[in-house]
C-alpha cells in the first residue's frame, strides 16, 4: 500500500471562507466516491491556529505505484487540483507502509 499525503497552504489574503476554497474542499471531499483506485479517503480543515501549520489536509492510500498514478491522472483529481492552484500551494509525501 502506498499513502498520498498532500499538505495545503492558502495564499495570503485567502480564507477557508472564500467561495474557491470553499468549492476546492468540496471537490476534494467528493474524491473519495470518484476514483476506484482510493483503498482510503479523508480530508478537511486544519484545526489548530500554530504558524507552521498548513491550512488543508488530505490522506489517503493506494494498493500500489500503479494507482496512485491513475489516482493522479484521474480527471476528477485533475480538476479538483485545477482549482487550488489558483487559492494555494502544497506539499506532498508518497511512502509505502
Known amino acids: 500500500m502506498i499513502r498520498h499525503l498532500a499538505l495545503f497552504k492558502l495564499d495570503e489574503g485567502v480564507g477557508r471562507d472564500d467561495p474557491r476554497a ?5 471537490a476534494f471531499a467528493a474524491l473519495g466516491g470518484q476514483i476506484e483506485d482510493l483503498r482510503h479517503w479523508e480530508c ?3 484545526i ?3 504558524p507552521i501549520a498548513h491550512d488543508f489536509a488530505i490522506n489517503s492510500a493506494v494498493e ?3 494507482a496512485l498514478k491513475r489516482y493522479l491522472e484521474h480527471p476528477a483529481h ?3 487540483a485545477a482549482q487550488w492552484r489558483e487559492f494555494a500551494t502544497w506539499v506532498i509525501a508518497d511512502y509505502e507502509f
Open 44 to 46: 478537511g480543515w486544519n
Open 22 to 26: 470553499v468549492a476546492g474542499a468540496a
Open 64 to 66: 500500489d505505484a500503479d
Open 78 to 80: 485533475q480538476a479538483a
Open 48 to 50: 489548530t491556529e500554530r
